[in-house]
């Protein structure tokens, strides 16, 4: 269909939670289909401000929590003419994690949940939001996390948490059908199987201009 716009898919989830892997197998299937398709990683290190959030994570500076808060949202700022831009011409964009670690893994260091949903306001809003869930025992079967800040089991334990209110907020906004959750205690194909049926709807249907985030 020549004029059918693209769809922007967002994938969420604690570290270790399999996403990357899964956004990886999601890109190549869509391209193996023949759609054009487009990953786009959040937090972008590829920029100016990307470097500062690089540095940031990596224990390499330190910045106080509002001020990396906002940069992260305006590393998304930075990228959202082209998500724009894209969908509207037929690409399928999918996002790494987006807006809703932001607010997560802010709010689980103990800022507001208000303060840290305010910046992105007005962002493109994600056709559907495909958060995978990890029970704990799978989670500790998978091993130490990195070395990354943020990367320890009581940081992530308060970021699951703040995520079931990002659920709730998402869908009190803008509707069940943006948020979605799949188990991803099973295998990579099993997983990956999961993923592919739930987002058919997204990718299939001819849809609306791309909505704002949080309005
Ligand atoms: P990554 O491991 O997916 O590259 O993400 C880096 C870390 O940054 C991860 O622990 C989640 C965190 N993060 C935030 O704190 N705020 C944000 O807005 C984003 C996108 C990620
Ligand atoms: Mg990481």
Redesign the pocket.
């Known amino acids: 269909m020549a004029n059918q716009r693209g769809a922007f898919i967002v994938f969420e989830g604690l570290?270790r939670s399999g996403k990357s892997t899964q956004v990886g197998a999601l890109v190549a299937r869509l391209q193996r289909e023949g759609r054009k398709v487009r990953l786009q990683?959040?937090?972008d290190r590829t920029t100016r401000i990307g470097g500062m959030i690089d540095a940031y994570?990596q224990s390499k500076s330190e910045l106080d929590d509002h001020s990396i808060h906002l940069l992260?949202s305006a590393n998304r700022w930075e990228c959202a003419n082209a998500i724009e831009r894209d969908v509207s011409s037929g690409t399928i964009v999918i996002a790494?994690?987006?807006?809703f670690?932001?607010i997560a893994?802010?709010a689980a260091k103990g800022l507001s949940f208000q303060y840290c949903l305010n910046p992105d306001t007005g962002l493109p809003l994600p056709d559907r939001t495909v958060y995978l869930t990890l029970s704990p025992e799978v989670a500790a079967s998978r091993g130490a996390y990195g070395e990354?800040r943020?990367?320890t089991l009581e940081m992530q334990k308060r970021v699951r948490e703040q995520f079931t209110l990002v659920a709730e907020e998402t869908r009190r906004r803008h509707g069940d059908d943006r948020w979605a959750e799949i188990n991803a205690d099973g295998t990579v194909e099993e997983v990956e199987a999961l993923i592919w049926e739930n987002i058919q709807p997204v990718i299939m249907e001819p849809l609306q201009c791309l909505g704002k985030l949080w309005t």
């Open positions: 570290d990683k959040f937090p994570l992260f790494d994690r987006y807006a670690s932001g893994f802010s990354e943020y990367e």
